[in-house]
Nanobody, 119 residues
Framework: QVQLVESGGGLVQAGESTRISCEASTPTFSVYLIGWFRQVPGKEREFLADISWNGDSRYAKDSVKGRFTISRNNGLNAVHLQMNDLRPEDTARYYC????????????WGQGIQVTVSA
C-alpha cells in the first residue's frame, strides 16, 4: 500500500508560478512511476506528466508543456510539479498517482489539491 499526499497549491494570480508536491509513504519509492493529473468538475481527469525513478519524464498536453515541469527526489520520496505562467484555465484539482513501472494502470492516488488561478 502506498499513501500519496499532495501539498502546495492554493490561489494564485494569472501569470504567476507555484509548485505542488507529492510525498509517498513507501520504502520502495523508486519502483513507482509517479504521474500528475488534474480534473475540473464535470470534466474527465486529464493526464499532465509523469516521471520514473531515473528522472525520465513525459508531458501529455501541449498546453502545459513548456510551462509545467515535473521533478523527483527519490531520497525524500517526493515528486514536484512546477507550474509557471499559470492561466485561469489551469484552475483544477490536481492529483498525483503511482504505478509500478511496466504496468498501465495507476494503482494509488492522492486526495488531490486545489489550484485556483485568478484572472
Amino acid at each position: 500500500q502506498v499513501q500519496l499526499v499532495e501539498s502546495g497549491g492554493g490561489l494564485v494570480q494569472a501569470g504567476e508560478s507555484t509548485r505542488i508536491s507529492c510525498e509517498a509513504s513507501t520504502p520502495t519509492f523508486s519502483v513507482y512511476l509517479i504521474g500528475w493529473f488534474r480534473q475540473v468538475p464535470g470534466k474527465e481527469r486529464e493526464f499532465l506528466a509523469d516521471i520514473s525513478w531515473n528522472g525520465d519524464s513525459r508531458y501529455a498536453k501541449d498546453s502545459v508543456k513548456g510551462r509545467f515541469t515535473i521533478s523527483r527526489n527519490n531520497g525524500l520520496n517526493a515528486v514536484h510539479l512546477q507550474m509557471n505562467d499559470l492561466r485561469p484555465e489551469d484552475t483544477a484539482r490536481y492529483y498525483c498517482a503511482a504505478r509500478v513501472l511496466g504496468r498501465t494502470e495507476y494503482e494509488y492516488w492522492g486526495q488531490g489539491i486545489q489550484v485556483t488561478v485568478s484572472a
